[in-house]
């Protein structure tokens, strides 16, 4: 097949002037900012922490700024963060001391005096807290996906009987090993070969949505049973567990989670909680989608769930996107 000469061309001179365009804000973005330190007196991180909106918009002209910092003093500040999170520091209780010492050394670092400039260490530090406490959360995350589920652990088989206690009470087991649990959607006998994929992450993805929101988990498991539309609704629920972790891996849940945890009263940390609220969320409307799409067979599942997390992806892609768990689930 022939290259049209003109489309060919016109990709060529775009490319090039892409790169052109990148080369000069590269090479001038250094005056750039010495020029707005001189007039404004401000540093780059005090002009992002006085001047942007609160919430991802904030957090993310933070985090790029640390990330594209040639200051050698300030890379080694952004190591030092690293290993609290690989230490697994940043909590409720310990991230405090982190923080205010990441705050002081930015003042040290940037010259800035802190009876001056006594906002600053409060919007920096919450902008920290969140852009690292989010990173030690999917080390939590990954942790849990990476644990197999266990029947010889009793932790793992009390928190999988508590699945079927919130979802199918009072009716009653007769043994662990049950063609009943597909009922809830599983696929054979014995649900603990359905968590390969997702480890105790999907149960425990499973167990806070049957736990938490009782009457709409009954109502999307009504949906799960209906005669033309259902679906295997555990199965279908470990898979939105592999699509939120994919969200939050690869960053596309920043915007909804920095926006989120920007509203909290406390530390702004992000915690487990987050994650499975957001799990909650696209449960709910993922089968608000499928009802509405009105699959003929249950073999429309990956176009539908493709379709389904294009629509969610360009939700997050907004960074004013913050998502909201909408309770009420219409009966079918």
């Known amino acids: 097949m022939s290259t049209n000469p003109l489309k060919y061309t016109a990709s060529l001179l775009y490319r090039v002037i892409s790169a052109v365009y990148l080369l000069i804000i590269r090479l001038t973005r250094p005056i750039v900012k010495w020029g707005l330190r001189r007039t404004t007196g401000l540093c780059e991180l005090q002009r992002i922490c006085y001047c942007e909106p609160n919430g991802a918009i904030r957090i993310f002209s933070v985090e790029e700024c640390l990330s594209k910092s040639k200051n050698k003093k300030i890379k080694k500040l952004s190591e030092y963060l690293e290993r609290a999170v ?7 209780t310990g991230s405090n001391k982190i923080i205010s010492n990441t705050v002081e050394t930015i003042c040290s670092i940037k010259n800035i005096r802190p009876d001056v400039h006594q906002p600053f260490g409060k919007l920096f530090g919450d902008c920290v807290s969140v852009i690292y406490g989010y990173k030690q959360l999917l080390n939590k995350l990954e942790d849990l996906k990476s644990t197999k589920y266990d029947s010889t652990n009793l932790d793992h088989e009390q928190n999988l009987l508590e699945l079927w206690d919130s979802l199918m009470s009072p009716k009653q087991l007769q043994s662990r090993i049950s063609n009943l ?5 599983f696929q054979g006998d014995d649900p603990s070969t359905d968590f ?7 149960l ?25 539309y259902g679906y295997p609704f555990a199965i279908v629920g470990i ?12 960053g596309s849940a920043k915007s909804h989670v ?8 406390s530390s702004p940390v992000p915690s487990i909680l987050h994650f499975h609220r957001f799990y909650c969320y696209l449960f709910v409307e993922f089968d608000k989608y499928w009802m509405a799409e009105k ?9 539908i769930r493709a379709q389904f997390e294009k629509n969610i992806r360009k939700l ?4 004013n996107c913050l998502l909201k768990l909408n309770i009420p689930v219409e009966n079918v």
């Not at 390969?196 to 999907?202: I, N």
């Not at 049957?210 to 033309?228: E, F």
Request: hydrophobic content about 30%.
């Open 316 to 319: 997050l892609s907004n960074r």
């Open 258 to 265: 920095y926006n989120l945890c920007c509203q909290t009263s």
């Open 295 to 303: 699959p003929s067979t249950i073999m429309e599942f990956e176009r």
């Open 239 to 250: 898979n939105l567990t592999h699509l939120s972790y994919s969200l939050w891996k690869d």
């Open 196 to 202: 390969r994929g997702m480890g105790v992450l999907g």
């Open 204 to 228: 425990a993805n499973l167990n806070y949505l049957a736990n938490n929101y009782k009457d709409v988990v009954l109502q999307v498991l009504s949906h799960s049973h209906h005669p033309k």
């Open 86 to 92: 690989s230490e697994k520091r940043f909590n409720q």
């Open 181 to 185: 649990w597909k009922e809830i959607g």
